[in-house]
């Protein structure tokens, strides 16, 4: 019984090794691209998105080791200790080398990665070190609000201001923006917190009242990608749910063009205006 | 087992010792009721905690029900609860439930078990004092638990309920019209945080002195035994850590009833009410609420560590590896636990590099959690292990508390934290260290100190059931949610599967409902267990595991003052196997040196005062 027990405490690590394993392949794994067949499943569609899932193989790894060793440890403690019983104990109050061994080496271990991903987060937040070309002209204006996203883009050739113009474009949780470029958004929040989650492109920052963050990411393919709400902002909080549509400049460009066709069209006049070609 | 016959004692002795404070008959609500006992103090929270485990643990079934099988009505209790509902889970009544089971978790679960039922019932004892050094507070801190009760109790029914989180964030939390229905609710639930802080903040006062000023001749800081230090270092945590969060209480009731806009910034359009009209500033909230709150987990989890490495030491009949070690480890977790509470917020939009620093503080409070694993397990090693229902449950602390601290340096690297803020992966890493360690370490505690709190022992087999299924049950439950959290799913959902990127993890969540179901049934175990032993358990001796701490030198139950001899303590808790024990294989702090050895000194002189 006494090896049962020391067992016992072997058997639920060697599960938790086995069912990471096959976690990717069960798709209990990083959301990926649209296509849920494609190749690239479970990696993101950001640089920095990969920059953060090479940051947590890289702990993923450490971590590993770190509890396979722990747990054999803890196994030849547990048997020997089973194949001891009756035998009087070791008397020993500890060891001196041993504890300033393990204090030393995970500290090593601890200021590695702290000193590691400062950079990934030097990148994504601080906003001296967002790419130019995304402070410069940022693509649009989200607002979160119970429970929905209100988009609102500048009109086609013109730059988004703080305050809303008259010409500006609006929707509700459909956010296009154009690919292999940095693009910045501006977050703010009409009523309660809120928090901009794109999983498969791994990014999230919350929406606070009374603020307005900028966000930016660079999508590298082209798809729709889910958007969804990671701070509890009320009853109805699982359900703002919104897309992220990236596409090519050109068809960006021809995106925002409709919309402002779209919004001006006020069913009476013809549409005289240049863009009106389908007719 | 080998037990010391309480007859042994001479009766004449032990009168002549106490006097007539050991004597007195005390009515039946003066014992039993409105005690200053510590020990009866100590009962007392011990079965309202394991009662509210049954109650918080409800509510978290009714959680993954709804995970389960979202939408659908509930089997039995779906009827009796939301009838005009149909017998569904509302999104509202989910909001509550998920508030509910954290607030009754943490304010009426871990902490009072850890501080207020072992907290009250092991110091004095392990200490070697009569009772508190305050009996009148420490009676007064159990019963303020009991308007937090109210409170918590009457928010479940006014309106729709709390519907914030135990986080509490505004402007949810703020504003009536963020969360229609759970006006008054959020206010009785403020209200019964502020009780439980007036609790907590009473027996804090009361260990604290009992700890520094009422310790038996020759109980130096460096003879006490893990546990006290664990409760000394958390009521020391209380004490500065809970103003903050009651101050951040008040205002927001003042947010709320008094219109002073401390969280509230101007221009809020709430639910098309009017603007609001402000100045205020939403994080203000988050840092005073996790400026408590992050040394509130470790509030959870010191006492927890400390009765481990006791019980550890025990059970493996070996001294604890590295004994001050472990209390500077301890220290370092309560000194850094104040300076990392930016850890919850990096995704909140603070000044980044304050981030920064968060970061690094947050990965050096890793390291004294790693120091103390090491121990642990250097402890085991060696040992002659005795392999019962207690040690089960603290090699399952250690096992947990391993996954649970790993599972946090992902967290506390801020890029990877970035995608896994608010997901199932945080659920994940909470529960490990909260339930997986301290609750494991609680339910090794309860066996362990059982046979001290009603002279008699808890059934084995019963124990080792319980333990078998509820370990089983907590990794089936709470393992896979690393998987979620790395899927993505956010946590606080009423229904994730609405999503088209989650939709394929809705099998899982059924699985682990069925595992938590198991969980749940296996503390009907335990209670059944408690019950049963409490009147009928085998009776026991002193000291029925040979241990070496002073609270196995009392009687079984002891008495009204405790001590029928006054301890005098010569060495420190850890002295098992010792070349000195002679054919015994532990050496109690109260027994008297046989040979000249310096580590058995007798007290100081000025010591004996
Ligand atoms: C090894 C040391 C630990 C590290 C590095 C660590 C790190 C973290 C971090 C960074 C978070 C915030 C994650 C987020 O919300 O994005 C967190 C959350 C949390 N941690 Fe830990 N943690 C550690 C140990 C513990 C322990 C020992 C406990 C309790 C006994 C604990 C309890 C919690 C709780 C309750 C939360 C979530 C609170 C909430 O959002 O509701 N942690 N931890
Ligand atoms: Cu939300
Ligand atoms: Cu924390």
Redesign the pocket.
Known sequence: MRYFWAAFFMFWPIVAIVIFTISPAMNWWFPGAGDPDSLTKGQSMTPLGVDIDNLFYLILIITSVVFVLTHIALGYVLFRGARDEGKKALFSHGSHALEVMWTIVPTGILIFISLYQLDVWRKFRVMSSFPEAAVEAPVAEVTARQFEWRIRYPAPGKKLQLKPQPDDLYTVNDLHVPTNRPVMIQLRSEDVQHSFFAPQLRVKQDALPGQVIPVWFEVTQAGHYQLTCAELCGWGHYKMKARIVAEPQTQFGKYLHDLRNEQNDDGVQDKKSGDADDE | MSTINPASTPNALAHAVHGEAAHHELSFVRKYIFSTDHKMIGIQFLITTLLMLMVGGALALAVRWQLAYPWKTMPIVGELLFAQQGGQITPEFYTMLFTMH?TVM?FLVVIPVLAGAYGNFCIPLMIGADDMAFPTLNMLSYWFMWPAIACFGTSFFVGGGPAS???SYPLLADLYEAAPGSGWAQNFWLLGVTFIGFSSMMGSINYLTTIINMRAPGMTLFRMPMTIWGMFITAILQAFALPVLTAAGFMQVGDRLFGTVFFIPSGVVVNNAAPTIGGGQPLLWQHLFWFY??P???I??LP?MGMVSDMLATMCRKPLFGYKPMVYAMAA?AGLGFI?WG?????SGMNPALGMTF?IS??M??LP??IKTFNWIGTIWGGNIRFNTVFLNCVAFVSM?IV?????????AVPT?IY????Y???A??HY??FG??LFGVFGAIVYWFPKMFGRMMNEKLGKLHFVLTFIGFNGTFFPMHMLGIAGMP?RYADPYLHPYLEHLQPMNLIMTWFAILMGVAQFVLLANFAYSMFLGPKCGRNPWDANSLEWSAPSPPGHGNFDIPPVIYRGPYEFSSPLSGDKDFLMQTEPPVTDNVNDTPPEPDDTA
């Open positions: 954290a943490i989180g135990w986080t709150s992050h509130a987990v470790y959870m989890l927890a977790i990392v850890h919850h917020m990096f995704t970061m947050t990965m409070i890793a959690s790693a508390f649970g601290g790993l599972s946090g340096i992902f967290m506390a934290d896994f803020h608010d997901t992966f945080i659920v890493h909470f260290v909260l360690a301290t946590r």
